[in-house]
Nanobody
Framework: QVQLVESGGGLVQAGGSLRLSCAAS????????MGWFRQAPGKGREFVAA???????DLAASVKGRFTISRDNAKNTVYLEMNSLKPEDTAVYYC????????????????????WGQGTQVTVSP
């Protein structure tokens, strides 16, 4: 089992930027895909971005061109760089690790991820 701890959330004005970090421990980080999901009040958890062990990435259409996902295997950390933030980006952001290693595709559904962090709040004011 892997442990995930997110950080970097906060309050920012529309148009601003934040960088979320997720530190992993407990298993070989580099073999697994990592993802970011978010959940706004009253809504379901939705996919934001993911990166596999080959560093292939996928992003939700709503964040393409504004968000970037990356990973630093030496630090066992995955990042979500968020630019041009909008009020509709307001949500709790969760980091997740894939259930299986060595995925050739980039997972994008909650069922493909088996470990989750506690979440970090991102609030974007108008």
């Amino acid at each position: 089992q892997v442990q995930l701890v997110e950080s970097g959330g906060g309050l920012v004005q529309a148009g601003g930027s934040l960088r979320l970090s997720c530190a992993a421990s407990g298993r070989t980080f580099s073999n697994y895909a990592m993802g970011w999901f978010r959940q706004a009040p009253g809504k379901g958890r939705e996919f934001v971005a993911a990166i596999n062990w080959r560093r292939n990435t996928d992003l939700a259409a709503s964040v393409k061109g504004r968000f970037t996902i990356s990973r630093d295997n030496a630090k066992n950390t995955v990042y979500l760089e968020m630019n041009s933030l909008k009020p509709e980006d307001t949500a709790v952001y969760y980091c997740a690790a894939s259930r299986s290693p060595w995925l050739l595709s980039v997972p994008a559904t909650t069922g493909q991820f088996g470990s989750w962090g506690q979440g970090t709040q991102v609030t974007v004011s108008p």
